[in-house]
């Protein structure tokens, strides 16, 4: 029988990290169910330590996902791994993710400790972590770049001290697919209690290969355990993408010759959920997301596809959960067809209430445009807009006005705690123009350091949606917003982000 591959999650905690990226607690809860729908192994839900919206997160997530082990990073000293503990107490399978830089410029410039302290912090921090948790990982950060021989002690310590799991981190992209993969053979050779342990891969994507190694260490070096994010979403130029590193398996597995427990017909739903969650859009040539993954333009491959499949295509776009932007449902849908073709794209929504009130924007939606699209769905039922109502800031309406060689002038009308308020303003354009009457009277001070729309299902007829990244007081938050009018859209967007920035959560991101 084929080996399993562990699919490794960190699109929570190593994703996040990426400036820009971070989520609310909620986010984070949304995200892990649509992971735990692709059957993804273990979630790495966040770094309970770092702060106390990182613990709320993991606990949160522990408490709520049932079917996905749930992880959460720590450095490798006492107080990190109790806090990792007490957070993951609610979950049916919890792991310790412990980590300390064994690499000699890291133990030198950054920890400012001589190899032998490293040595023994790890050994001390696994036997500590294995006392309150009997799944622990451990890391070696930059382990790549770090010196073989010392290497092999930090490893067969730790695994002597009972780390079940260990992760070779490539953690500033470094590698080539053969070197890392030899690596990681060389290790596993060298260590005497080698065997004892599951060997895991993590590469970032600083030289655009951290697919190819990862998958190089899988295949050369025998890892059975793959780190990787949505998207690839990640600091600088971002982690292993999931969708690749698992379709990669999937399609080759002549090659590869291992399983993946991963439900693919759900990775495109994970994929726009984290695209728009971030507003970290995906490039339209990146492989299986990306919007032209699967479109044929020139004639000959058209008629190649038609002919049989086959001729130009190594996947099928639905068995990755594409649809073939077919009109799902229109003005005289009801209630029933709508919650079953939320259940078809695998969102569930929290509460009866939330249900309906997704439905009547939806009857509103299909009011105005008469093809509704799986898109427009799942953008009507974004974080964003299910909340909208019980937040301190909610879109009513707006009025713009602008004319060649005229300044745009906006008036929007939103409520603040339940009582309507006129914002107005002039701007550049008339989106300019709504974004500062809504501020004009909010007066956030927030700096936006993100502004971008994307039509939503391709066309001009399409809903435009807008991602709006607001910066306060080093809190950085993304709001979305989705609308068949590009200016309503930002607006929303706008007060979305708001809302983030005025709530109390606590979402420093973690620094691994
Ligand atoms: O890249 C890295 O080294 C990490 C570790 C904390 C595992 O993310
Ligand atoms: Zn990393």
């Given at each position: 029988?084929?080996?399993?591959?562990?699919?490794f999650?960190?699109?929570?905690?190593?994703?996040?990290?990426?400036?820009?990226?971070?989520?609310?607690?909620?986010?984070?809860l949304?995200?892990?169910?649509?992971?735990?729908?692709?059957?993804?192994?273990?979630i790495?839900?966040?770094?309970?330590?770092?702060?106390?919206?990182?613990?709320?997160?993991?606990?949160?997530?522990?408490?709520?996902?049932?079917?996905?082990?749930?992880?959460?990073?720590?450095?490798?000293?006492?107080?990190?791994?109790?806090r990792a503990?007490e957070?993951?107490?609610?979950?049916?399978?919890?792991?310790?993710?412990?980590?300390i830089a064994?690499?000699?410029?890291h133990?030198e410039?950054?920890?400012?400790?001589?190899?032998?302290?490293?040595?023994?912090?790890?050994r001390?921090?696994?036997?500590?972590?294995?006392?309150?948790?009997?799944?622990?990982?451990?890391?070696p950060?930059?382990?790549?770049?770090?010196?073989?021989?010392?290497l092999?002690?930090?490893?067969e310590a730790v695994?002597?001290?009972?780390?079940?799991?260990?992760?070779?981190?490539d953690?500033?992209?470094?590698?080539?697919?053969?070197?890392?993969?030899?690596?990681?053979?060389?290790?596993?050779?060298?260590?005497?209690?080698?065997?004892?342990a599951?060997?895991?891969v993590h590469?970032h994507?600083?030289l655009?290969?951290?697919?190819?190694?990862?998958?190089?260490?899988?295949?050369?070096?025998?890892?059975?355990?793959?780190?990787?994010?949505?998207?690839?979403?990640?600091?600088?130029?971002?982690?292993?993408?999931?969708e690749e590193?698992?379709?990669?398996?999937?399609?080759?597995?002549d090659?590869f010759?291992?399983?993946?427990g991963?439900?693919?017909?759900?990775i495109?739903?994970?994929?726009?959920?984290?695209?728009?969650?971030?507003?970290?859009?995906?490039?339209?040539?990146?492989?299986?997301?990306?919007?032209?993954?699967?479109?044929?333009?020139?004639?000959?491959h058209q008629?190649?596809?038609?002919?049989?499949?086959?001729?130009?295509?190594?996947?099928?776009?639905?068995?990755?959960?594409?649809?073939?932007?077919k009109?799902?449902?229109?003005?005289?849908?009801?209630?029933?067809?709508?919650?079953?073709?939320?259940?078809?794209?695998?969102?569930?929504?929290?509460s009866?209430?939330?249900?309906?009130?997704?439905?009547a924007?939806?009857?509103?939606l299909?009011?105005r445009?008469?093809?509704?699209?799986?898109?427009?769905?799942?953008?009507?039922?974004?974080?964003?807009?299910?909340?909208?109502?019980?937040?301190q800031?909610?879109?009513?309406?707006?009025?713009?006005?602008?004319?060649?060689?005229?300044?745009?002038?906006?008036s929007?009308?939103?409520?603040?705690?339940?009582?309507?308020?006129?914002?107005?303003?002039?701007?550049?354009?008339p989106?300019?123009?709504?974004?500062?009457?809504?501020?004009?009277h909010?007066k956030?001070?927030?700096?936006?350091?993100l502004?971008?729309?994307n039509?939503?299902?391709?066309s001009?007829?399409?809903?435009g949606?807008?991602?709006?990244?607001?910066?306060?007081?080093?809190?950085?938050?993304n709001?979305?917003?989705?609308?068949?009018?590009?200016?309503v859209?930002?607006?929303?967007?706008?007060?979305?982000?708001l809302?983030?920035l005025?709530?109390?959560?606590?979402?420093?991101?973690?620094?691994?």
């Amino acid at each position: 029988m084929a080996d399993k591959l562990i699919i490794f999650d960190t699109t929570l905690r190593d994703g996040e990290q990426s400036p820009g990226a971070s989520m609310t607690r909620d986010e984070k809860l949304r995200i892990a169910r649509q992971l735990e729908r692709l059957r993804v192994d273990v979630i790495e839900a966040g770094f309970a330590a770092s702060s106390n919206g990182d613990f709320e997160a993991v606990q949160l997530i522990a408490n709520s996902i049932k079917d996905s082990t749930i992880c959460s990073l720590s450095r490798a000293n006492d107080r990190d791994i109790a806090r990792a503990a007490e957070a993951l107490k609610g979950a049916n399978r919890a792991r310790i993710h412990t980590f300390i830089a064994t690499s000699p410029l890291h133990m030198e410039k950054k920890l400012r400790m001589t190899p032998e302290q490293v040595l023994e912090q790890a050994r001390q921090s696994v036997r500590f972590a294995r006392n309150l948790v009997g799944d622990i990982e451990f890391s070696p950060e930059d382990g790549y770049r770090s010196e073989v021989d010392f290497l092999c002690r930090v490893i067969e310590a730790v695994i002597h001290e009972g780390a079940t799991t260990i992760n070779v981190p490539d953690t500033v992209g470094y590698a080539v697919p053969e070197l890392y993969g030899n690596f990681i053979k060389t290790l596993r050779e060298r260590i005497p209690n080698s065997d004892k342990a599951i060997w895991s891969v993590h590469c970032h994507n600083d030289l655009g290969m951290a697919v190819a190694n990862s998958l190089a260490g899988v295949k050369i070096g025998g890892a059975r355990q793959v780190e990787c994010t949505i998207n690839g979403l990640g600091e600088r130029a971002g982690n292993c993408s999931l969708e690749e590193v698992v379709m990669a398996v999937k399609t080759r597995k002549d090659y590869f010759d291992l399983e993946v427990g991963i439900d693919a017909q759900h990775i495109v739903a994970a994929s726009r959920m984290v695209s728009q969650t971030t507003g970290f859009v995906v490039q339209p040539n990146k492989a299986v997301v990306g919007a032209n993954a699967f479109a044929h333009a020139s004639g000959i491959h058209q008629d190649g596809v038609l002919k049989a499949r086959d001729t130009y295509e190594i996947m099928r776009a639905e068995d990755v959960g594409w649809t073939a932007n077919k009109i799902v449902l229109g003005k005289l849908s009801g209630r029933n067809a709508f919650k079953q073709r939320l259940q078809d794209l695998g969102v569930s929504l929290e509460s009866e209430a939330d249900t309906n009130a997704a439905f009547a924007r939806f009857k509103e939606l299909a009011d105005r445009k008469s093809e509704i699209f799986d898109e427009d769905i799942l953008a009507l039922v974004s974080e964003d807009n299910v909340h909208g109502d019980s937040e301190q800031y909610a879109f009513v309406s707006l009025a713009q006005h602008s004319e060649t060689g005229e300044r745009p002038h906006a008036s929007v009308v939103f409520t603040v705690s339940g009582k309507e308020v006129r914002g107005e303003s002039d701007g550049n354009g008339p989106v300019d123009a709504s974004l500062k009457a809504i501020e004009a009277h909010v007066k956030s001070g927030a700096e936006m350091v993100l502004y971008s729309v994307n039509a939503i299902s391709g066309s001009t007829e399409s809903q435009g949606e807008v991602t709006v990244r607001l910066q306060n007081s080093g809190r950085v938050v993304n709001g979305v917003g989705a609308d068949p009018d590009i200016v309503v859209a930002s607006a929303k967007a706008y007060i979305a982000a708001l809302n983030k920035l005025h709530s109390k959560a606590d979402r420093v991101a973690a620094q691994g």
